[in-house]
């Protein structure tokens, strides 16, 4: 069956370093990944989109990388602020009826 | 600004009750989603919609209901059929892209929470 897996459910770092966040997957050959965040008591915004030909995509802070043999996207936050507290899911995207969403990762960043 | 809208942000259901949960967008989106999130598991599709007057089952329809009269509006019935409703309910929309939706992100409201009485 179809499995999502983000590396686990809580990350806590320290300000100004990088928050590294991994989404894993496996019986699934998705066309783009795409990565959102999520406040409490919201719903999901859209941050990046990564399509299964791309290695890397950029803004800002954040950086994406997609590895299709490995079945695995990682998602960067560089110089992370108490700001970028959150959770974060990724969704993998194979076509207009079906995209799958991981369970996310909660982010906190500590001053 | 355009967006997503959903009413109430909170809502109890009584046992044997059918509750309606309103999703409204003037975002000019053909294609509009109805998911539910619970704690330690990723957004489940309920149903969806591709074009008004129609719609297609998600993963876990069953004790769900949803029409689709008007392109702005597509509202979600949790009706008693479905007995463990507890949840946080998302409701998004998605543009066109070119030729395909895949590479639209989704647009999502602010949820609404589905507690039980």
């Known amino acids: 069956s179809q499995k999502i897996e983000q590396n686990s459910e809580a990350l806590n770092i320290q300000e100004g370093k990088t928050a590294t966040l991994t989404c894993n997957y496996t019986?699934?050959?998705?066309?783009?990944l795409q990565w959102y965040r999520q406040d409490p008591g919201r719903g999901p915004v859209f941050l990046l989109l990564i399509r299964e030909n791309e290695k890397e995509k950029r803004k800002e802070r954040l950086k994406v990388t997609f590895d299709t043999t490995l079945k695995q996207s990682l998602f960067h936050i560089t110089a992370s602020q108490p700001a970028d507290s959150a959770t974060y899911l990724c969704a993998l995207v194979r076509n207009n009826n079906d995209m799958r969403f991981g369970a996310g990762t909660r982010l906190t960043v500590k001053p | 600004d355009g967006g997503i809208t959903q009413s109430p942000k909170y809502l109890f259901r009584k046992e044997g009750q059918n509750v309606t949960l309103s999703c409204e967008q003037n975002l000019n989106h053909d294609a509009m989603y109805w998911y539910r999130q619970d704690p330690g598991q990723g957004l489940r599709l309920i149903y969806y919609s591709q074009i008004v007057n129609d719609f297609q089952k998600g993963d876990i329809a069953e004790g769900y209901s949803v029409s689709r009269e008007k392109k702005e509006s597509f509202p979600l019935t949790v009706t008693s059929a479905q007995k463990n409703p507890t949840a946080f309910y998302l409701c998004?929309?998605?543009?066109?892209?070119?030729?395909?939706?895949?590479?639209?992100?989704?647009?999502f409201g602010d949820g609404t929470r589905l507690s039980i009485l």
């Open positions: 998004a929309s998605r543009g066109r892209g070119d030729l395909i939706y895949s590479n639209q992100p989704q647009h």
């Open positions: 019986n699934y050959s998705p066309a783009y």
